[in-house]
């Protein structure tokens, strides 16, 4: 069975237009996942944690047969083999994925929370979602049309490039 998410992706060092594409790349070299489409990548003021440099963001759809747990451990996979450290919470890093949604699923786990349980309140991640859903799944059941949001919410958020390349 197919199944329709939507990942986040983000980048603040190195070539961070680079580390996007090639995670869009390993992310769909399995087989069991295939990005279907990417929205235009974003360059967008850090929120929370440390000083660091400003982040590239992007969200792309992905069409895959993995259960929600064993896309998120894809995701981890990918982060691992580009060299992504944790640190230090919000800190910089090569590359980020964070699942988004999941179908219409809600999953409320240990170390797994779909939908990502703050991504209506981040602007970089709102801006490039809604270039591919116009009213996705929130964490707790509002939609978008129900949110109250303030310029605050799409703040620092800049177009940077056009969509990465998928499939």
């Avoid at 944790?86 to 939908?115: A, F, K, N, Q």
């Amino acid at each position: 069975m197919t199944h329709r998410a939507f990942v986040g992706l983000g980048s603040n060092l190195g070539d961070r237009l680079e580390n996007l594409q090639g995670a869009v790349t390993r992310l769909g070299e399995g087989g069991d996942a295939r990005v279907v489409r990417s929205s235009r990548v974003y360059e967008t003021d850090p929120v929370g944690g440390p000083e660091q440099p400003d982040y590239l963001n992007a969200v792309i759809e992905v069409e895959t047969s993995l259960e929600p747990r064993a896309l998120l451990e894809r995701c981890l996979q990918v982060e691992w083999a580009m060299r992504r450290v944790r640190d230090e919470r919000w800190g910089p890093r090569v590359i980020d994925l964070d699942v988004l949604t999941y179908d219409d699923l809600e999953v409320d786990e240990p170390g797994l929370s779909i939908p990502h349980p703050r991504m209506h309140e981040r602007g970089f991640v709102l801006v490039p979602l809604l270039e591919l859903t116009a009213d996705p799944m929130l964490s707790g059941g509002p939609r978008v049309q129900d949110l109250r949001l303030s310029a605050d919410t799409f703040g620092g958020v800049r177009l940077f490039a056009p969509p990465l390349r998928t499939g």
